[in-house]
């Protein structure tokens, strides 16, 4: 197989040479007889040694950087990552655009610009890389009322780019009264903690004070004070008490009066029974406090956060109200009302304390502006890199193609002649043009009569490198493989696109990496 594919090329050279001495295609001095000498020598050389230095360049500059051999999601990823510039990011987001579109016709249609830009704007508003699924609903339509299909195609999204679904289910919804699952979209473990390394910044005044320090000061109030057990009221003063972290940041932003509340606060604690005889590692928890705990709980999960900590606790204290029939019974505690309602007249309600935590986390816990659309094609990428032997899980042939024909494109212009042209060009007066990172590519040069021949064979030997006969099977015969390559047809009619300029090439990475390995080998030399 491999050898007829190397066959197939050799005749996809021939007729490209042929079509080429024919044509008038000369706008650069000397450019047509470097393009010749090139053409003629990556047809001796690229075939040589059973394809050796097709297996090197595709090896190398391709496999390497973009599918490497893992089977560690994460590992993948962050190889890739590392490996990444977004100039190469321009030209692979022609094919993944394009792919997002297919594959998710119904999102793409309703709605203004990119869809991959607005999952990265909706990630971005939150610290904590989880997006619930009804905001997810709201950037294709009505939240509330998320239709069949755009659940769908949605799952499909998120499978394409490698996200995961996770669920919380409430067992008694405080509101409702019954059974509640919420839904949200994240990424795995594992790429979480890389993006946070590489993409969270946390502010050092944003100090989140551990839930367990909190109930140890508890335990030492209530020791002072001589009280049995550890009651809410000792949880809150300890908690009005932190002189730093988000507690102080969110009382601040509240305009509560500290002093004063603490005040009030401390007259109630001593109406607490007192036993000076008490052993203070006796102290435990009063059913109130347990039941405040199980509030701060479901309020962490209510905010996608990883575990409860000081602020949920604050935010339990705001929602034990005056019971009503729709409440659930663990959120009578009277104990609790008595000083959620002390708490309120402060100004500390539920819904103020939340919505000044938001503000306070949206000021103190920021994503990178690095954080955008190549986090995402990192992920596209990695998946096919570990599952490229299963078609279902990377979207079938049309992956295959279009990834196997855009990866043909590249390979073709890394191994085009680098010209030097004349200080008279009027493109070196172009303020876009870069001599110390763009090379000139004659846009002559990307006739499709010209370079079509190559493409059909590049494109063949991309997937067997890639995906191996699996891949190449869906290549032949395929009419999504026509419609790939017609639309590769497109960007070498358009080739500006992509390419700064009419006649530039951006000196990306992988386009250095192929040419410098096929220069090692053939005798050719600039011109």
Known sequence: M??????????????AIEQLEKKDVENIPGAKDALLNRLNNVKIYFPRNDGDLFIKSIDEAIQKAFFPNSTNYAEAFNHILKSRTHEQDFII???LNGFITSKAKALASGTQGPIIDKIVEAFKKRGDFHIVDHQFYAMFGDPNKPRKYVKKNLEELANLFGLVSKQIIIEKDIRRHERRKYIFYTFPDRIIDILKEKYLFIDESLLIIDLQDVIKEARSLAGYNHNQQI???????????QQEGIIKLLLQKLEVN????????????????KNTNLDGDSIDMSQSSENLLDAAQVEAELLNDQYPSSEHLLIAFGKF??????????FKDNQIIQLSQILERYGGNKDRIIQA???????????????????FICMFLANIAINRNNLEKIGGAFTVNGISAIFALILLLGIMPKLNIDRSNPILKDPSFNSENMSVIPKSWMMKQVLEYLFDPLIKIIAYRLGGGLWLSKIFDSKIHKKIHNQIRFLLKDVNKWVLGNLCRV??????????????ITPDTEL
Do not use: A, C
Request: charged content about 30%; glycine content about 4%; proline content about 2%.
């Open 231 to 241: 009651e809410p009221i000792h949880i809150l003063i300890s908690l009005i008490k």
């Open 507 to 520: 000196e990306v990475q992988i386009f250095v990496d192929i040419s410098n390995i096929f220069v090692e």
């Open 321 to 330: 109200k005056k019971g009503t029939k729709t409440e659930s019974v663990e």
């Open 258 to 273: 500290t002093d004063q509340l603490l005040s009030e606060l401390k007259n109630e604690l001593n109406k607490l029974p």
């Open 2 to 15: 491999w050898s007829n594919l190397l066959q197939d090329f050799i005749e996809g050279i021939e007729r």
């Open 357 to 375: 935590l938001m503000n306070i986390r949206g000021k103190y816990i920021s994503v990178s502006k690095e954080f955008d659309r190549n986090i």
């Open 93 to 95: 987001n022609e094919l």
